[in-house]
């Protein structure tokens, strides 16, 4: 087959998949679990920066980060030397008995870049999942009250108390009740498909989402006293890269102090520079109680951080813990992470080329049938394929095909929500990179749409 090369990048040699990749999808099959989802058979063996090559050589650009967690990129030098150094002098010893001193340093440079005033306490754990558990477990135990609210659209995470928070997708709780009881799901406010698009009209259903909580859930079937956080993602993740309107996320706030509620903010996808700033709560200007972080966290290292105002935690020692939590080469990683972040300007350079990407697709409503959004900040961004415009019915099928086609091409993009293509490379991502991407999108959207 004939190299098809696309400028500054994807190379594909092999029809896909290729033939050692086709062994290892038949491997895959007989011992793997089918909870997996899988959007087509890449089967990565190397990176480097954006770049990602398959085992039959086959290089291409991952729009993806390997689900917004390869922020720094794929094998940034600085990262691997921090992972190699920690790997030869401490592998574990379990930070729930024992001490590591990066687990502290890294605590004081998360306080420092903290999205609300300290002091500041930081749990360890392995996942975002994690995370989300021990800001659960936290607002219960603090705030002596049992019940949490949630927004539909939500992905928490898939452990049972996680899971319980999650409302994305009906196949992610199929079979699996009784759930953590004491979790209410409310609208989140999804202004493309909320309201008509115009200013003052979003701004209202925004706000309307918002005092639901307020105006009828807390005068019919939930007594506030007795509610211990509202849990909310910035910026919804697997529920369509749903960006939450700033009043909305200021009258959260609002409605918690006055009920001596916990805001607790999921930056798990959203958060360490993704959007331009360290946390999509930022853009907002609203102070949390909580944030729970991971993906971008250690470039790719498991590693789960809850982070919460002092006062919050105060559990007593057996609360709750982790035998791997804050491993002390996932802590190196994260630190070196923050380190590449602040030296190479990696959130200025979200914020320039995200921008440069939503402009080029900001008239793409106009001009594709099958566009209905195209929204974010920084590098997290969501195109929005529709059947039709007027009904805003969802394109789910011509999503997977658009994703399909670009994988194809070489561009390694996932979907997220019902119908939409999410955008979310590594922060070191250049513009010309960013370009090859978009046009390869644009491509796949146009012939798809015909």
């Not at 995200?354 to 008239?363: E, F, I, P, S, T």
């Amino acid at each position: 087959m004939t190299t098809k090369t696309l400028p500054a990048g994807p190379k594909i040699k092999t029809a896909l998949p290729g033939p050692n990749a086709k062994r290892i999808l038949a491997g895959d099959n007989k011992y793997i679990s089918p909870s997996y989802t899988r959007s087509y058979p890449m089967v990565a063996k190397s990176g480097r920066g954006v770049v990602v090559t398959d085992v039959d050589g086959n290089d291409f650009f991952d729009f993806s980060a390997g689900i917004a967690v390869t922020s720094t990129g794929h094998c940034h030098p600085q990262v691997v030397a921090a992972i190699q150094k920690q790997a030869a002098e401490l592998i574990h010893m379990s930070g729930t008995d024992f001490y590591y001193a990066n687990m502290v340093e890294l605590a004081e440079r998360l306080s420092k870049i903290a999205p609300m005033p300290g002091p500041h306490k930081i749990y360890y754990g392995n996942s975002g999942a994690e995370a989300i558990e021990a800001a659960l477990k936290m607002a219960r135990y603090h705030t002596k009250r049992q019940n949490i609210i949630a927004f539909f659209g939500a992905f928490h995470g898939r452990t049972m108390g996680a899971l319980s928070l999650t409302a994305s997708k009906p196949q992610q709780k199929r079979r699996f009740a009784p759930l953590v009881p004491g979790v209410t799901h409310v609208r989140y406010p999804d202004v493309y498909r909320g309201c008509t698009g115009d200013a003052q009209d979003a701004e209202a259903f925004a706000l309307g989402c918002a005092r639901f909580i307020e105006e009828k859930l807390f005068k019919t079937t939930l007594p506030p006293e007795e509610v211990a956080a509202i849990f909310v993602e910035p910026i919804q993740g697997e529920g369509g890269y749903v960006v939450a309107p700033t009043p909305f996320m200021q009258e959260l706030r609002r409605i918690c102090d006055r009920h001596g509620i916990l805001l607790v903010v999921d930056e798990v996808q959203s958060g360490v520079g993704r959007t331009g700033k360290w946390w999509a709560v930022e853009h907002t200007g609203v102070q949390p109680d909580i944030v729970c972080m991971a993906k971008g966290i250690a470039s790719g290292m498991p590693l789960g951080v809850t982070m919460a105002r002092a006062d919050i935690m105060d559990w007593v020692p057996g609360s709750h813990a982790s035998t791997f939590g804050g491993n002390p080469v996932c802590v190196a990683a994260a630190l070196a992470t923050l380190d590449v972040i602040e030296k190479e300007g990696l959130l200025a350079n979200a914020t320039e080329i995200g921008n440069h990407m939503l402009k080029r697709m900001a008239d793409w409503p106009r001009k594709h049938r099958l566009v209905g959004d195209v929204r974010g900040r920084g590098l997290m961004i969501g195109v929005e394929i529709v059947k039709d415009q007027a009904t805003k019915e969802y394109g789910n099928a011509e999503r997977d095909r658009i994703v399909e086609m670009a994988f194809e091409r070489g561009i390694l993009f996932l979907g997220c929500g019902p119908s939409t293509v999410r955008i979310s490379p590594p922060l070191v991502v250049s513009r010309e990179e960013a370009d090859t991407a978009i046009d390869v999108l644009e491509e796949c959207i146009e012939i798809v749409g015909k």
